[in-house]
């Protein structure tokens, strides 16, 4: 295994080499320069491993309105302060993008559609469970300053940190592909079919120059591009919603009464499904980190959290409502109709225009624009997901725009040969999508359970290790979710994989799957935690 990681070493450091270097030194001294693998001599264990962030690329917001706050008092809690959880407010709202990405509208599209307004509690309830989930990462990251990639180097042996790595970069590439895809039908839409698929995948593609760029002004110039990007969607939809004019009464009654049928299953597991995004739980866990918090200290560390916590759930809040709002214009639009069940992201804006077309904007360009702001949301933090993981699992500390453009290059190549392929045909992109989902699903336990690991130990997390109540809650979601997950892979299986060979193949797979979920499991039982010499609280 350590030859593996070895050549996955040379193989990043060869690709800088070969896309360029001002001095042109040999790829031997380029390696040397830029990954840094192996522990070197320094006091400062901080300067041998990757980061998140750079300290000074943190926001530094101790001092900022505490008043008469000892700050010689480390359990002491500073007071409530609104200017102190305006300058916490944006992890949240980047997280945030992952449940409202292309992949998660055409789902809601689909639920609508074919549900109607029945399934809106499941929305508000998985919606919940995911901001339970997000509220761990960003415990995790907050109290032990590292994010969950990096722990997950420390904690798990070579062979399974690496395979931890295989599968949430497999996880990051079906979620990329989903996202770029959709922003190519966006671009596909405001250009009236001018600009065909391969050609929006290109476009969309370049979006991790902008990231780069905006990067390079502070984070919270690229968390106020977000925040715009989130507020187009808000008014996009809001438009569309006030356009097709949905019950009110049916849309209330779909919230608060649970109700399932047969017939809607498939979208139920898809509302539950397309919450908890893998990469997002990454992401979190980092993202926290781009404030300057004194670990040492547990009243700042308890700050940090119910900053985080509550600008988090009005993140998810927004989330959810626009969710609401596409999820009830599909269902006011569609549901009961006879195309109900052949809606997908790439027909719903023509179908909107032949039923509300009459408004002063057509409602096809209001579509897009909104699945624009989704599609170039979602890919700019998926290449930010990508960076803290390859980051995290490898320990490699590289420049930043080489980062990100050996990841962007991970999803866009598989990409550019889908939208090839599939960009004559409707059907086939559906199959793909059908496809893509599975592959997210199966990857959901490999970023929850060690989560959950990892902010159960004392020993990591000292005092802000989760509960017995929480921590009860907490395994009960991830069963639930990863059953649903389960259900979801199993009926695909069944569905898709035909034939005595096929069938073998795919039997051994799920034996190998299912036995490192149960590994992952029961080492946090029967072996000892070689991270207590790590502790990261301090309480005297």
């Known amino acids: 295994m350590k030859a593996i990681i070895k050549l996955v070493q040379k193989f990043v450091s060869l690709w800088v080499f070969s896309i360029g270097s001002s001095n042109l ?59 102190k959880l305006w300058l916490f407010t944006g992890p949240g709202f980047l997280m945030s993008i992952g449940f409202l990405d292309p992949g998660n509208l055409e789902g ?67 979620a990329d592909i989903q996202e770029v895809i959709g922003s190519a039908i966006a671009i596909k839409i405001l250009s009236n079919g001018f600009v065909p698929l391969w050609a929006g995948v290109v476009i969309t593609a370049c979006d991790c120059f902008i990231f780069l760029l905006l990067e390079n002004y502070g984070v ?35 919230i608060l009464i649970p109700k399932l049928s047969s017939r809607t299953i498939q979208q139920a597991v898809g509302v539950v499904g397309c919450i908890i995004m893998p990469h997002n739980v990454f992401l979190h866990s980092a993202l926290v980190q781009s404030r300057d918090v004194n670990k040492k200290k547990v009243g700042r560390v308890r700050e940090a959290l119910k900053y985080f916590s509550i600008e988090s759930t009005i993140a998810l809040l927004i989330s959810f409502l626009i969710n609401l709002f596409v999820t009830a214009v599909f269902a006011k639009a569609f549901f009961g109709t006879d195309i109900a069940d052949s809606i997908g992201l790439i027909n719903a804006g023509q179908y909107l225009q032949e039923k509300y077309g009459r408004g002063v904007i057509p409602i096809l360009y209001i579509w897009g624009v909104g699945l624009l702001a989704a599609g170039q949301s979602s890919t700019i933090t998926g290449t930010y997901a990508g960076q803290f993981i390859m980051g995290g699992f490898l320990n490699l500390r590289v420049k930043k725009w ?50 959950l690991c990892l902010v159960s130990k004392e020993e990591l997390m000292g005092v802000f290790k989760i509960g017995p109540l929480l921590k009860v809650a907490s395994w009960m979601v991830a069963a639930l979710v990863i059953a649903i997950n389960g259900y979801l892979l199993q009926a695909f299986v069944a569905s898709e994989i035909t034939g005595l060979f096929y069938s073998f193949l795919t039997g051994i797979l799920a034996v190998g799957y299912i036995g490192f979920i149960v590994y992952l499991i029961v080492r946090e039982i029967a072996f000892p935690n070689f991270l207590k010499k790590r502790s990261i609280i301090v309480v005297n």
């Open 220 to 254: 919270r110039k690229l968390e106020a591009v977000f925040a715009v990007l989130i507020a187009t969607m808000a008014v996009s939809f809001a438009w569309m919603f006030g356009e097709t004019k949905p019950d009110g009464k049916k849309l209330m009654l779909g």
């Open 402 to 451: 080489i980062r990100a453009l050996i990841t962007r290059s991970f999803a866009i190549i598989p990409t550019m040969i889908v939208a090839l392929i599939f960009n004559s045909s409707e059907d086939m992109l559906d199959v793909l999508n059908e496809w893509l989902n599975v592959l997210q699903s199966v990857q959901i336990p490999f970023a929850l359970i060690p989560l």
């Open 108 to 174: 809601d599209l689909q639920s609508g559609a074919v549900a109607g307004y029945s399934l809106l509690w499941l929305l508000l309830w998985a919606t919940a469970m995911g901001l339970l989930v997000q509220l761990l990462a960003a415990r995790l990251g907050v109290a032990t300053g590292r994010h969950l990639a990096e722990l997950c180097r420390e904690e798990y042996p070579t062979w399974a940190r690496m395979t931890l790595w295989i599968m949430a970069e497999l996880a990051l590439i079906g």
């Open 25 to 83: 030194m040999p790829p031997q001294e380029m390696e040397q320069q830029l990954l840094v693998v192996q522990p070197v001599e320094s006091d400062n264990e901080d300067e041998r491993d990757e980061r998140a962030y750079d300290s000074n690329e943190k926001i530094h917001i101790i001092g900022v309105d505490e008043g008469t706050y000892a700050g010689d008092d480390d359990e002491k809690t500073p007071p409530f302060s609104w200017r």
